[in-house]
């Protein structure tokens, strides 16, 4: 008989080509009927997919159907397999029901929903298309098309911000390279925010800058401090005498002419490039595209008392980037200042260097 045939060997008898034909007519039959069967698990519900998706495989693996037929199997497990939420496989057997059958539009479609769930935009639009190419009145195409060019429409913005996001801290990390400034470990999160520097146009540099005022650490905040503002202008501005005193300030120390401002030396440690960057990119739309060394920052004392840091007098008549560019002076994610005045007790115990940060 035909069935016990050496692979590879041609029937040559009339007998052994009826028994092929008799073997590929139930093969054909087999698969048929496995395809309905399948067909009749999908419309019994979710509880029978998976019967659905059996039957389906053991017809296409018949290898008995014509490729039309093969298409419309394939395209039938992709449908449940969509149903199931296993949309890289309901894509996959959508792709193959199309390689067999160009024309298959539910194909088409399902390829197009499978590529939608997975994010695969470009490819969704594409098959959306092309099904519309072959039925321009399907109704479920155009409203998956319309569907796929909304969510397009949206990613592509959200993609020019996060691009616009990712060149602004780029020109950032280069502008503060470029001048030699050395950024740490952001500090006093709870007070400054996600506030970062900004590049204007004419490549200056505008910084936040915290001022902490040792004595009581309260603080206040100088929202832009162009890095070629002398501080004396800020100061002038802060203490001039048509602003109210500060309200913990009950004996009038802290006046224009009584105040000095002074930054911690010596303290934190400088951030590689990425982590800079990582840092100017948290709380943009790029905050989740560069990686970052898995690498813990080293951590150091703030004011330890013990020399690993000092406390450095401010000269209010330079700007703010000479002083940035002190070779001890480690930004704080922001720069930070503290601010004392000459005429409280606390002014003799700071200049001592008794005092340090709270722990």
């Not at 616009?164 to 390279?177: G, H, N, P, R, T």
């Amino acid at each position: 008989m035909a069935l016990w045939m050496e692979a590879g060997s041609e029937p040559k008898t009339e007998s052994e080509i009826a028994d092929l034909q008799a073997i590929s007519a139930l093969k054909h039959s087999t698969a048929l009927e496995l395809k309905e069967k399948g067909n009749e698990y999908v419309k019994m519900g979710k509880k029978h997919y998976s019967d659905a998706i059996e039957c389906y495989t053991r017809a296409i693996n018949q290898d008995a159907l014509s490729d039309s037929d093969n298409s419309i199997v394939y395209s039938n497990r992709a449908h449940v397999n969509l149903l199931l939420g296993n949309y890289r496989r309901a894509l996959t057997d959508a792709q193959e029901a199309i390689k067999l059958c160009p024309t298959n539009v539910k194909a088409m479609y399902r390829a197009a929903k499978a590529s939608l769930s997975l994010s695969l935009l470009v490819e969704a639009k594409s098959f959306s298309e092309n099904g519309l190419e072959q039925d321009p009145d399907n109704e479920e195409l155009k409203k998956l098309a319309k569907q796929i060019n909304l969510v397009k429409v949206e990613h592509d913005k959200r993609e020019a911000e996060v691009s616009k996001a990712v060149s602004e801290a780029k020109d950032l990390l280069s502008a503060i390279e470029d001048r030699g400034l050395k950024v740490g470990k952001a500090m006093f999160g709870e007070l400054v925010g996600l506030r970062k520097p900004v590049l204007d146009k004419n490549k200056i540099l505008h910084w936040p800058v915290l001022l902490l005022y040792a004595e009581v650490m309260s603080s206040d905040f100088i929202e832009d401090f162009c890095e070629t503002d002398m501080f004396l202008a800020h100061l002038d501005m802060m203490f001039s005498e048509s602003c109210p005193p500060l309200p913990w300030d009950t004996e009038n120390n802290y006046t224009r002419e009584a105040v000095e401002l002074y930054y911690e030396a010596g303290s934190g440690v400088p951030l590689s490039k990425k982590k800079i960057l990582h840092y100017l990119l948290d709380g943009t739309s790029g905050a989740n595209v560069e990686s970052v060394d898995e690498e813990k920052d080293a951590i150091e004392s703030h004011g330890s008392g013990k020399g690993s840091s000092k406390w450095v007098k401010v000269n209010e008549k330079r700007m703010l980037c000479d002083v940035l560019k002190e070779p001890d002076f480690i930004i704080s994610g922001i720069p930070v200042f503290y601010v004392v005045s000459k005429r409280s007790s606390f002014y003799k115990e700071f200049k001592a260097g008794k005092w340090s940060l709270p722990p």
